[in-house]
């Protein structure tokens, strides 16, 4: 057995340098699982950058006796698996997160507020318009919200654009556009909002999974 287990890591670190990640490895020969049913190979991930100290946030390996022991036969059926701590995981990319100030800024690019009552349909007919421009966007969902109450929350959430209207704007079929970085207001046509959003420089969502935390934590 102790041949065959020699054979067995020879031909693992053989893959491990054909996949050019053996210096992602470390052999320990104190490791151990404590669960009977392990047949071969044992491994744990831990981060090493120095900066975390949550032990390992994976773990697994080789167990062929696993399937055989809820089976009839009770045959070996070889098997390689992993479970992942999905809390430390969670927990190290929060605080990686915090120390690059991605909490801080709000995936919400732009915030509709109104002036005076009866305008929530025109508050979604503008976000639907945004969304449809793959711009993140929300509004209050409140009949007749007070403006310094959804001003409060554009600054508490530090969202980058806010849109305010009242009856008088949509007369002349127009809004106006702060841009809370700059402290600057514009007026401008709703035709052209996105336009203008955008100049301004407006997020659009990518298609597809955004991984923007993940490639700014690498």
């Given at each position: 057995?102790?041949?065959?287990?020699?054979?067995?890591?020879?031909?693992?670190?053989?893959?491990?340098?054909?996949?050019?990640?053996?210096?992602?490895?470390?052999?320990?020969?104190?490791?151990?699982?404590?669960?009977?049913?392990?047949?071969?190979?044992?491994?744990?991930?831990?981060?090493?950058?120095?900066?975390?100290?949550?032990?390992?946030?994976?773990?697994?390996?080789?167990?062929?006796?696993?399937?055989?022991?809820?089976?009839?036969?009770?045959?070996?059926?070889?098997?390689?698996?992993?479970?992942?701590?999905?809390?430390?995981?969670?927990?190290?990319?929060?605080?990686?997160?915090?120390?690059?100030?991605?909490?801080?800024?709000?995936?919400?690019?732009?915030?509709?507020?109104?002036?005076?009552?009866?305008?929530?349909?025109?508050?979604?007919?503008l976000a639907n318009l945004?969304?449809?421009?793959?711009?993140?966007?929300?509004?209050?969902?409140?009949?007749?919200?007070?403006?310094?109450?959804?001003?409060?929350?554009?600054?508490?959430?530090?969202?980058?654009?806010?849109?305010?209207?009242?009856?008088?704007?949509?007369?002349?079929?127009?809004?106006?556009?702060?841009?809370?970085?700059?402290?600057?207001?514009?007026?401008?046509?709703?035709?052209?909002?996105?336009?203008?959003?955008?100049?301004?420089?407006?997020?659009?969502?990518?298609?597809?999974?955004?991984?923007?935390?993940?490639?700014?934590?690498?």
């Open positions: 057995q102790a041949n065959q287990a020699l054979i067995d890591m020879k031909i693992l670190f053989d893959y491990l340098d054909a996949m050019g990640s053996l210096s992602f490895i470390s052999f320990d020969m104190s490791l151990a699982r404590g669960l009977d049913y392990y047949t071969g190979v044992i491994y744990e991930i831990v981060l090493v950058d120095g900066t975390s100290q949550v032990g390992s946030i994976s773990a697994g390996g080789r167990y062929d006796n696993l399937v055989g022991m809820f089976s009839v036969s009770g045959a070996q059926t070889p098997c390689v698996g992993v479970s992942i701590g999905i809390e430390r995981v969670f927990a190290i990319l929060e605080k990686k997160a915090e120390e690059l100030k991605l909490l801080q800024s709000s995936v919400i690019q732009v915030f509709i507020a109104s002036i005076g009552p009866g305008l929530i349909t025109q508050r979604m007919r945004l969304w449809k421009s793959n711009i993140s966007t929300e509004y209050s969902h409140l009949e007749n919200p007070k403006l310094v109450k959804q001003l409060d929350e554009v600054l508490e959430r530090k969202i980058p654009f806010m849109i305010v209207f009242g009856e008088d704007e949509l007369q002349q079929g127009v809004v106006k556009l702060k841009i809370m970085s700059k402290h600057e207001e514009i007026t401008i046509s709703i035709d052209k909002l996105v336009e203008g959003l955008l100049e301004h420089g407006c997020l659009q969502l990518s298609p597809g999974i955004d991984l923007s935390l993940i490639n700014a934590m690498k």
